[in-house]
């Protein structure tokens, strides 16, 4: 019988020796914390749930740990470090729905964004990465308003 925790392990370890990383626990508890993860997490949130089963792991450590994941492409960084980073686990090529109300981020893909690239901006460089950011409401905070406005 198959054992999930030994196969996250053995995972992480190949991905580890991929990158010539030594394999820690504390970028095993980011890693496994993050994988298949699609709530776009700050550090913090990061941070308070490794620490549930790393008590002693800093603020920092897991900041460094997400931006070295970053740097390597295994998840994406959405914003610029001097702001509140919010981490991706998904580092393929897909768009964001930002909820003005809630603050959560939702996943979604326009197809073939690249080829609706405005010649302005090839002009100004090579283009490394194309995404859409909408601000709005989403659903449940719309459902939610909408209940109050009945009550």
């Known amino acids: 019988m198959k054992n999930p925790q030994n196969e996250l392990i053995q995972e992480f370890a190949e ?14 508890a980011v890693w496994r914390y993050l994988r298949g993860n699609t709530e776009h997490p700050v550090v913090d949130r ?4 490794v620490k549930l089963e790393l008590p002693k792991i ?3 450590s897991v900041f460094r740990i997400l931006s070295d994941f970053a740097e ?3 998840i994406a960084m ?6 509140l980073a919010r981490f991706d686990a998904n580092p393929k090529r897909h768009d964001h729905f930002y909820c003005s ?9 326009i197809e073939n964004l690249e080829t609706l690239l405005p010649e302005a901006a090839v002009k100004i460089g090579s283009v490394e990465h194309v995404e859409t950011r909408i601000r709005g409401v989403c659903r449940e905070c719309l459902q ?8």
């Open 101 to 109: 109300k809630c603050g959560r981020v939702f996943d979604f893909e």
């Open 15 to 28: 991905l580890c020796r991929s990158v010539g990383w030594k394999f820690t626990p504390a970028r095993f």
């Open 144 to 151: 939610t308003a909408e209940k109050q406005e009945v009550a």
């Open 78 to 83: 959405m914003d610029r470090p001097n702001v």
């Open 72 to 74: 390597r492409g295994l």
């Open 46 to 49: 990061v941070w308070e749930n």
């Open 58 to 60: 800093s603020r920092e």
